[in-house]
């Protein structure tokens, strides 16, 4: 891991640390919206309609969810991340949602927060079972794993190609000859 990278991503478990119980999943997500929405840039070709597609008002990818899906179905996360990501997402909405009153121990987040699958530290006596301690541990698990994923993703970036032959697409008149073996005809007659 690059020390800009650690350095950057232990500044922003001490903002974790600092957040409210509400604020927490709010901050948490949007880290991870932000590698979702980097990572689909850095995989889209480089054409104006890719911006539209994540940045405009009502965009068909502004949303988290959208993310998410897209990158899984694109193959550019996998299934675990995909998971976890959508656990996340439910309870970032829990805590955006609710009016006021919100903490981590209303029974829809810690059972949501209890089917998060990261990998759990070892020994000195983490509090394993608090759902906020968990969710805490399942965006750092995914920070690290989408940290450097647009990077990754670059190297297979998507490019402008040409899928049909200009020249076997065009209007040809029997007169100026027959089209070249191979090339699919369509037939059309002039009616009287």
Known sequence: MLLSTAQDLAQFVDELKRETDRGLPLVGAALIDDRLTATLRAFFCEVPSSGKL?????????????????????????????????LVRKVRNEFAHAKHGMSFAAPRVQGLCSSLMSDLPTGSNYPLQH????????VLCLALRLYHRPDWVALERRGSKAWVDPGAIRWRSVEDGLPPPGIPVMVMVKGE
């Open 131 to 138: 759902p906020r301690f968990r969710f805490t541990n399942a």
């Open 54 to 86: 994540l940045d405009e008002p009502n965009a068909p990818l502004g949303t988290f969810s959208s993310k998410a899906d897209a990158c899984y179905a694109l193959g550019l996360i996998d299934d675990f991340e995909y998971n976890e990501i959508a």
